[in-house]
């Protein structure tokens, strides 16, 4: 599968609770996105990779969230001490900038997302 | 005010109709407008870009006004197939701007 992958799907936790999300994008791919969505809501932007520069966050992303790309490759979205506004969609996506090479380089590709409901 | 402002709809529309969204943006300097998209539970997924000659995939046509900062698509010939949520997306340097979609609902 060359698409982009989450993990888990879908995750239920208790409030307070630390939970951890993982995003493989497409290999080809230097940027890496990840979005909240709420019913009724487009995606929502939290924060952005090139390789493995975080390099922007959005205001929205609290202190309890943090997200890594370490290797450049895989990202890992953490929520600490989780709230039941967390509870959304977490969808990661990515897409390259290397116009040359990839035909479409500016479109994002999402992954199926990953569904958390804290209880 | 918003990036992107769409209307929710719904939209219930009838098979073998012709159904128009709109979508305007707020900053005149977004280089890049796409539509996305997205069926229930799902994730979004490319419709189409939209290019500021106007361009058409099958019975999907979109445009750009980049004076007016006013996105449109047009589904003709609705299917039953197409019901689902309509993204206006737009690109502003780094960053990807959603609007909040609208739902389209295609009768039998």
């Known amino acids: 599968d060359t698409g982009v992958s989450q993990d888990p799907r879908h995750k239920i936790t208790k409030r307070g609770q630390n939970v951890t999300f993982r995003c493989d994008p497409i290999?080809?791919?230097?940027?890496l996105y990840w979005y909240r969505q709420t019913l009724g809501q487009g995606p929502e932007f939290l924060t952005y990779f090139q390789n493995e520069a975080q390099l922007e966050k959005s205001r929205l992303l609290s202190d309890r969230f943090s997200a890594e790309r370490p290797k450049g490759s895989f990202s890992t979205l953490e929520i600490q001490r989780t709230e039941q506004g967390d509870s959304a969609m977490y969808l990661c996506?990515?897409?390259?900038?290397?116009?040359?090479?990839?035909?479409?380089?500016?479109?994002?590709?999402f992954g199926a997302g990953s569904r958390l409901t804290v209880l | 005010r918003k990036e992107v402002e769409q209307d929710p709809g719904p939209f219930n529309v009838p098979e073998g109709a012709t159904v128009a969204f709109n979508c305007t943006y707020s900053?005149?300097?977004?280089?890049?407008f796409f539509w996305y998209r997205q069926d229930c539970r799902k994730e979004p997924k490319l419709l189409m870009s939209v290019y500021s000659s106007g361009n058409e995939d099958g019975r999907f046509t979109a445009q750009l006004n980049r004076a007016s900062q006013y996105i449109s698509l047009l589904i003709r010939d609705s299917k039953l197939s197409d019901s689902a949520t309509y993204l206006c997306v737009v690109n502003t340097g780094n960053q990807f701007y959603f609007g909040t979609g609208t739902s389209l609902t295609v009768i039998p």
């Open positions: 900053n005149s300097a977004s280089q890049s």
């Open positions: 290999s080809e791919h230097n940027r």
């Open positions: 996506a990515s897409r390259t900038t290397v116009t040359s090479v990839v035909v479409g380089a500016n479109v994002l590709t």
